[in-house]
């Protein structure tokens, strides 16, 4: 069974630094992308930033020029570096995968359980 095991979250001031890993494991056939999302107290979900099997990366503007979003594929891993941290980055960041798994190959997304990002003002 597919598993997205995230870490690297905690608390961090304002204008600090951040690395968020999730690695996904099991039997997986292949992953066509990764992807962050994030959720705030009483928000939606967001997408914070997204890595194909290719390398193309997306970014939601308000991250742009702050986060990196990279992938290693041989690890099925995705990191995503988080740098001049706000506290409107606060939040629970999950992790998704786009993959296909046994037994039938399905195109199917899932997710982590999330970790939390505190950014102290």
């Known amino acids: 069974q597919v598993q997205l095991v995230e870490s690297g979250g905690g608390l961090v001031q304002a204008g600090g630094s951040l690395r968020l890993s999730c690695a996904a494991s099991?039997?997986?056939?292949?992953?066509?992308?990764m992807a962050w999302y994030r959720q705030a107290p009483g928000k939606q979900r967001e997408l914070v930033a997204a890595v194909t099997s290719s390398g193309s990366t997306n970014y939601q503007d308000s991250v742009k020029g702050r986060f990196t979003i990279s992938g290693d594929n041989a690890k099925n891993t995705v990191y995503l570096q988080m740098s001049v941290l706000k506290p409107e980055d606060t939040a629970v960041y999950y992790c998704n995968a786009a993959l296909r798994a046994p037994p039938l190959g399905k195109l199917n997304t899932y997710w982590g359980q999330g970790t939390q990002v505190t950014v102290s003002s």
């Open positions: 099991g039997t997986i056939f292949s992953i066509n992308a």
